[in-house]
């Protein structure tokens, strides 16, 4: 059983997301989905008005896979088996101008080969939109059905199924292929249950 592990949005983190802004921009545009940044500068963010400070922070300019994490969270996680990662460190200004260390915890890995296609059930999208069913027997069935159809048609999945490669001791993990979700274990998500900024609820979803 897994679940999946989102920021909130409600009044625990001031109703305000994201909760935090970028001002090192040109790092935080650096890091994406599929690899590792080589970078070994902090990352600025400012807290936002009416925002609270929390263990996981929401933020809007890194758009690779991963979560904004306290010391708390990273020496929690530190017992557990995550996927493929790397921390960033960070730096988060309050409102009354104090500076609290944060690190980016970026999950990097390939799924495409994981994914048992045939037991798995995915639809077509058109701008988001929800279409039809479709059967696709690999990751290169979407590739040449993208390049058919253009950059606004897209795959997403109502049951995902792994095959033998998928690791099933991972404890978290993301990058999913037409999944942008974090998931974690029923292990974890008993550790993080004091753990402020996040919510989770069981994946329907996985068969």
Request: glycine share 4%; charged share 25%.
């Amino acid at each position: 059983m897994y679940y999946t592990l989102e920021n909130r949005t409600d009044k625990q983190v001031g109703s305000v997301f994201p909760q935090v802004s970028c001002l090192s921009q040109q790092f935080a545009h650096g890091i994406h989905f599929d690899q590792f940044a080589s970078f070994d500068s902090e990352i600025l963010f400012e807290l936002q008005p009416k925002a609270k400070l929390t263990d996981v922070l929401s933020q809007a300019a890194i758009s690779a896979h991963g979560l904004l994490v306290n010391a708390k969270v990273k020496n929690l996680l530190s017992g557990f088996t995550i996927m493929n990662h790397k921390y960033y460190k960070c730096l988060v200004k309050d409102l009354k101008g104090n500076t609290h260390d944060y690190y980016w915890l970026h999950l990097v890995d390939n799924f495409t080969d994981r994914i048992n296609y045939l037991k798995s059930v995915f639809y077509w999208t058109k701008s988001t939109f929800r279409k039809d069913v479709i059967k696709l027997t690999s990751y290169q069935d979407y590739l040449e059905l993208k390049k058919q159809n253009g950059i606004l048609w897209g795959i997403d999945i109502d049951q995902i199924s792994f095959d033998e490669k998928f690791n099933e001791k991972l404890d978290l993990f993301s990058c999913i292929p037409f999944d942008i979700r974090i998931y974690t274990s029923k292990k974890l998500k008993g550790a993080l249950m004091d753990i402020s900024g996040i919510k989770m609820q069981e994946a329907l979803h996985f068969v």
